[in-house]
T-cell receptor, first 114, second 112 residues
Framework: ETGVTQTPRHLVMGMTNKKSLKCEQHLGHNAMYWYKQSAKKPLELMFVYNFKEQTENNSVPSRFSPECPNSSHLFLHLHTLQPEDSALYLC?????????????FGAGTRLSVL | TQLLEQSPQFLSIQEGENLTVYCNSSSVFSSLQWYRQEPGEGPVLLVTVVTGGEVKKLKRLTFQFGDARKDSSLHITAAQPGDTGLYLCAGTTTDSWGKLQFGAGTQVVVTP
């Protein structure tokens, strides 16, 4: 148990569906992150939130829409995705937004887009 | 081009053997971390190193940060099947504050 919980663990969706991924951290951290992990590729940083404010959007397509209502919760809203968006989506948190070190990850959501 | 190059990409050894995996870059890192990821799970933080030349030990795992803070290694002594996993290095540079850069990982398989 890392203190970061992601739901759902698995998601299958069609290209016309709308779904949301949820992340909750119980560590009292100030920064939260969304990453995409595809086979044989490094983790790709998608979004960074520091103290609920988005500070990084790493050229992510608009079909991915993040939301951070408070410092403990992070959502990733998905709509009209493409099959190449199938991947493991990981949420992480860290205490210090500037240093970004020592990040704690959730177990991820395995997304399949049909 | 990846900022962090990990080698080898895959390593298969027998229980009891030693192994070393490497993480290299042409950039200087203000800190570097190692994570282990098991199938169906997220990466789990093993160690953070911040000082050039620093060596940290975690039971049978030894982590070293290069003097110039451009590279790191992870050495496992007497590997066990429970050491099986994807080992990831990640770091922050002075021109990427707030962002962790990851290597592609080394897949380690330890067979009984």
């Amino acid at each position: 148990e890392t203190g970061v919980t992601q739901t759902p663990r698995h998601l299958v969706m069609g290209m016309t569906n709308k779904k949301s991924l949820k992340c909750e951290q119980h560590l009292g951290h100030n920064a939260m992150y969304w990453y995409k992990q595809s086979a044989k590729k490094p983790l790709e940083l998608m979004f960074v939130y520091n103290f609920k404010e988005q500070t990084e959007n790493n050229s992510v397509p608009s079909r991915f829409s993040p939301e951070c209502p408070n410092s403990s919760h992070l959502f990733l809203h998905l709509h009209t995705l493409q099959p190449e968006d199938s991947a493991l989506y990981l949420c992480a948190s860290s205490q210090d937004p500037l240093l970004a070190r020592s990040q704690y990850f959730g177990a991820g959501t395995r997304l399949s887009v049909l | 081009t990846q900022l962090l190059e990990q080698s080898p990409q895959f390593l298969s050894i027998q229980e009891g053997e030693n192994l070393t995996v490497y993480c290299n870059s042409s950039s200087v890192f203000s800190s570097l971390q190692w994570y282990r990821q098991e199938p169906g799970e997220g990466p789990v933080l093993l160690v953070t190193v911040v000082t050039g030349g620093e060596v940290k030990k975690l039971k049978r795992l030894t982590f070293q940060f290069g003097d110039a803070r451009k590279d790191s290694s992870l050495h496992i002594t007497a590997a066990q099947p429970g050491d099986t996993g994807l080992y990831l290095c990640a770091g922050t540079t002075t021109d990427s504050w707030g962002k962790l850069q990851f290597g592609a990982g080394t897949q380690v398989v330890v067979t009984p």
